[in-house]
Nanobody, 116 residues
Framework: QVQLVESGGGLVQPGGSLRLSCAAS????????MSWVRQAPGKGVEWVSS????????YYADSVKGRFTISRDNAKNTLYLEMNSLKSEDTAVYYCAKDTTRRETWGQGTQVTVSS
């Protein structure tokens, strides 16, 4: 079955950077469009970014455009999210997702906290 394991979250000061990773297994990773979504405390799920199966196209929410970069390494079955110029409003649990409409195809999430 689909297994996605996120890592790389943590506590960072405003203006700082983090790189999230998502290790995929249980499906042919290189065949699938992948995404990152996040959920801030007390709020709904927000789509963050997506990438084509071959990495040729990427998409970003306006809230992160110019600060976050999604990428993938299909040889390593791994999805990445490079986050720069972090703001307090980026505080959330970040999930990688094979299908954003199906919660069972998401990972367990990694906490990102932006605070001084």
């Amino acid at each position: 079955q689909v297994q996605l394991v996120e890592s790389g979250g943590g506590l960072v000061q405003p203006g700082g950077s983090l790189r999230l990773s998502c290790a995929a297994s249980g499906f042919t990773f290189s065949n699938y469009y992948m995404s990152w979504v996040r959920q801030a405390p007390g709020k709904g799920v927000e789509w963050v970014s997506s990438i084509f199966s071959d990495g040729s196209n990427t998409y970003y929410a306006d809230s992160v455009k110019g600060r976050f970069t999604i990428s993938r390494d299909n040889a390593k079955n791994t999805l990445y999210l490079e986050m720069n110029s972090l703001k307090s409003e980026d505080t959330a649990v970040y999930y990688c997702a094979k299908d954003t409409t199906r919660r069972e195809t998401w990972g367990q999430g990694t906490q990102v906290t932006v605070s001084s």
